[in-house]
């Protein structure tokens, strides 16, 4: 086997021919190479190796870096050694394609590895099989023959970080190039055709071979194994889809170690279903089904003539392919009058059932990098919560749950109406992580510490706009609110709810008692609406078409907002995120920052 003699010229980008001049397009969906049992016949194609990892789409441009998934989620947080080397290529702006990689300890890309890698800073495992380049300095390539855009990505990578890893084209015949590479252990190899351009979607110029039977499916149900504390799986049923149909696939029993056994059955918990989401019955008395969205990889022996898997085994979730939400399912009552899938109805403030939320990996993966900001605003505050259990979500009250870990505290207070209640609270990443192992998803506390929960040591102003305002109307305001509540002696500074509006957040520089601090944001708001009637209603109950109510009554005691930081239970993941007034000033989203990219912008106060 020998490199391909991929052709050398002098000539820059602006030269070569098919490269069009172009501002730099968003995420590109990538060319998908069709499944092959053998080889392409002709002297026109080469090979490249197919490494074992995930399909990762590099975005360099002017110094601002993303990395995509397959699908198009912004993966820079999970690829944060790919991206902190991107800055060193000798390129203004660039598209890569190419394949996330861990070498495991055989010297082979290993999937598995690769996942318990992702997202730590400056790994020194991440590799980046670069085999594509799709934009470069202000021209798109996708236009250019196969064999440019191979000579330009090559020096582009020259001296390139050693994160970076250019994947040769190989010239030789493929039966001979892959029964070699399989006698190495490779995944696979990737045919591709000389002389065509890059066409996004599953094509025929790029042939993919396996030397081993693996393929991406859906899970539909799961048995859990009896008596395991905590739960996890013993077995997995799949499913393949044909002619736009859900149909049956096969049992998956081995692969699992203790902690993915444990992790599927944590991560399938608010997927479950009553039914069968199957188009074909199948007969399984020990199946719990589940929603078909989580989808894992499987290696395989063969198929049988019904298309069902044989030996089958579990290889790894295929996180970059799946559609990053769970919808939380309408709650409906029973006739007993106590609400079905586990949650008792004495813990039921309020239902949320359009509510959709991230996992509780997700979760865990967000407090993990971001625990440090948030603690100043979320620490030592008796909290609210919105939690997600047996897929219901919903603001918490009454009991708490019997397992709450040690590093989450409790604090004992008189409720107003008489009798005690329980707040919980934390100050350490141990404590965030232990919301989510109860389900908590929101954070909302009090506008007091639990060292004196009794007197407020800032006020919050919600600015809440209606249908029909639009957000320009919203800055605007929280602009002239600012400049009001200076000349009044509060200095502030905002907050994104990662919804609709603006919070105006004024520490107080004496504590005051709720009941005050609630009477001083009344008046505060009462002669700011006053000037505008027509734009400004400070009624909960009224109706906000085209106006923007001014909510004081987020200050009082017991009463609560979005926390700095938290998620939110909506599409996208949002967060509540502080942002600096020069950025209200310059139009800033209102959703700008998400538990993906929870740090876009330097937040201050």
Request: aromatic content about 8%; some cysteine; overall charge positive.
């Amino acid at each position: 086997m020998c490199a391909v003699a991929l052709r050398q010229s002098r000539l820059g980008v602006s030269r070569v021919h098919g490269a069009i001049r172009a501002a730099i397009p968003g995420y590109i969906e990538p060319c998908d190479p069709t499944l092959r049992e053998k080889p392409p016949r002709g002297a026109d194609w080469v090979y490249e190796i197919k490494a074992d990892g995930y399909r990762a789409q590099l975005h360099l441009d002017h110094g601002e870096i993303k990395v995509y998934s397959r699908t198009g989620l912004d993966w820079t947080e999970q690829f944060s050694s790919i991206a902190a080397s991107a800055d060193l290529l000798k390129a203004n702006s660039a598209i890569i394609d190419g394949e996330a990689v861990v070498y495991g300890s055989g010297g082979l890309p290993d999937f598995q590895q690769l996942r318990r890698e992702l997202g730590r800073k400056r790994s020194e495992r991440v590799r980046y099989h670069a085999f594509d380049l799709l934009y470069l300095d202000g021209y798109d390539l996708r236009r250019v023959v196969y064999e440019e855009r191979k000579r330009l990505l090559q020096r582009l990578l020259k001296d390139a970080p050693e994160t970076f890893i250019y994947v040769e084209a190989l010239a030789a015949d493929g039966d001979e190039v892959f029964d070699k590479g399989c006698k190495l252990g490779l995944e696979g190899l990737v045919g591709k055709r000389l002389g065509e351009p890059y066409r996004s979607g599953r094509q025929e110029s790029w042939i993919k071979l396996k030397c081993k039977k693996s393929e991406t499916f859906p899970i539909v149900a799961f048995v859990e194994k009896l008596g395991a504390r905590p739960r996890k799986v013993a077995s997995l049923y799949v499913g393949r889809r044909d002619n736009g149909k859900l149909l049956y696939a096969g049992k998956v029993r081995t692969g699992y170690t203790e902690t993915t056994a444990r992790e599927l059955r944590e991560r399938l918990d608010p997927l479950i279903r009553k039914t069968s989401p199957l188009d074909v019955a199948v007969k399984k008395p020990k199946a719990t089904w589940v929603e078909p969205t989580l989808e894992i990889e499987v290696q395989y022996g063969a198929l049988t003539d019904d298309g069902l898997l044989r030996e089958a085994v579990f290889k790894g979730f295929r996180d970059d392919l799946a559609l990053r939400k769970v919808k939380a399912p309408r709650l409906v009552p029973s006739v007993a009058g106590r609400p079905k899938l586990g949650v008792p109805r004495e813990n039921i403030l309020q239902l949320l059932p359009e509510a959709v939320v991230p996992s509780k990996e997700e979760l865990a993966d967000y407090w993990r990098r971001v625990w440090k900001k948030a603690l100043p605003h979320l620490g030592h505050r008796p909290l609210k919560l919105v939690r997600h259990v047996h897929g219901t979500t919903f603001y918490h009250k009454g009991p708490l749950p019997k397992d709450i870990p040690a590093a989450v505290h409790q604090l004992r207070i008189q409720k107003r109406e008489g009798g005690e209640g329980t707040r919980l609270w934390v100050d350490s990443l141990e404590g965030f992580l232990g919301l989510v192992e109860i389900g908590v998803v929101e954070l909302h506390p009090w506008n007091a510490s639990v060292v004196d929960f009794e007197h407020a040591d800032r006020i919050v102003i919600d600015l809440d706009p209606g249908e029909g305002v639009d957000w320009d109307a919203v800055v605007e305001t929280a602009l002239e609110l600012r400049t009001l509540m200076k000349r009044e002696g509060f200095e502030t500074w905002p907050k994104l709810t990662g919804g609709k509006g603006i919070h105006l957040m004024a520490p107080l520089d004496q504590p005051l008692l709720h009941d005050k601090a609630h009477r001083v944001a009344h008046q505060l708001v009462s002669a700011f609406a006053a000037r505008h009637p027509d734009r400004y209603l400070l009624s909960a109950q009224a109706k906000r078409r085209d106006r923007i109510f001014l909510d004081y009554l987020r200050n009082g005691r017991g009463t609560t907002a979005i926390g700095t930081y938290s998620p939110r239970a909506r599409e996208g993941f949002p967060i509540a995120a502080p942002v600096t007034w020069k950025r209200i000033e310059s139009g800033i989203a209102p959703d700008a920052f998400t538990i993906e990219s929870p740090f876009r912008v330097t937040p201050r106060r």
